[in-house]
């Protein structure tokens, strides 16, 4: 059973101070419904800096953390580098990986990308493996190849029995932080190919693979998205940084797709 994610991607946004006063707004606001069964799984990844202490704040409910990049070696000299043990140490339990901000601002190429989802399934963390066409590769008819290679070449170091703690987005570069979505029917198009390229590379092991749709997703487009069986949830950058606007994305999941009676402790 693939359990919907909702996932913040605050990016390099809100200081130490900023991000407590956001666990103080979301905490009374999460549902009972949530909190019992932990149905749609909620997850928020702060910068670096501010892991420790929301890991910290949110000890006692089912929200998740996770870290926005880490190294693709464990420790030694590499000044300025996270590692993924360190990252498990502070709380996290998942990293996104090969961010599109990442790829294209910061350089990452695929080679770095499939080097640190291997070390986040070696530190015990899940990646969150980004994929997605810029707008020319869209315009040039690319967007399907370039997933595929992007999808073969993030996970070619992971084995099939690990393939079920990963997570791939698939995020458009042209929808990020521009408030134009992709239309849910071309999300559906990408993420039933990426879910065929998994097929082929892990057999029966890549239909648990939970895939999201990212790219100005908020309360008010969510259902087109999760209407769709395929897409697992969201990967969610401006919207996840007000609680309530949050937690709206996730109360609209959970209305789209109702929880198993026998899911979680709520039964
Ligand atoms: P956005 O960002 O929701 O602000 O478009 C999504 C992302 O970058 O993960």
Same mark, same amino acid.
């Given at each position: 059973m693939r359990v919907p $994610?909702?996932?913040g991607n605050w990016k390099m946004n809100k200081t130490v101070g900023e991000a407590l006063a956001f666990v103080s707004g979301l905490n009374p606001l999460l549902s009972d419904e949530t909190r019992k069964?932990?149905?749609p799984e909620i997850l928020i990844c702060p910068p670096f800096t501010a892991v420790p202490a929301v890991s910290a704040a949110l000890a006692n409910t089912e929200v998740k953390v996770g870290a926005q990049n880490l190294s693709w070696e464990k420790k030694g000299a590499y000044t300025g580098e996270v590692s993924g043990l360190m990252l498990?140490?502070?709380g996290c339990e998942y990293v996104i990986v090969g961010h599109s901000e990442r790829r294209h601002i $910061?350089?990452?190429t695929d080679e770095v990308i499939g080097k640190k989802v291997r070390a986040a399934l070696d530190c015990g963390?899940?990646?969150i493996l980004c994929v997605g066409e810029t707008l020319e590769?869209?315009?040039a008819g690319q967007t399907l190849e370039l997933c595929r290679?992007?999808?073969e070449q993030g996970l070619s170091a992971v084995k099939p029995e690990e393939i079920a703690s990963v997570v791939v987005a698939y995020e458009p570069v042209w929808a990020i932080g521009t408030g134009k979505e992709a239309k849910p029917d071309d999300a559906e198009e990408v993420i039933d190919s990426i879910r065929d390229t998994m097929g082929k590379m892990f057999g029966d092991a890549a239909a648990d693979v939970r895939v999201l749709?990212?790219?100005s997703v908020k309360s008010g487009n969510i259902r087109g998205f999760m209407v769709k069986e395929t897409i697992d949830g969201a990967l969610i950058g401006g919207a996840s940084l007000d609680p309530e606007e949050f937690l709206r994305i996730v109360s609209e999941v959970l209305k789209t797709r109702v929880a198993p009676k026998d899911f979680g402790q709520g039964e």
């Open positions: $994610l909702v996932a069964r932990g149905w498990k140490d502070c $910061l350089g990452e963390l899940k990646p590769e869209r315009e290679r992007q999808t749709y990212g790219g």
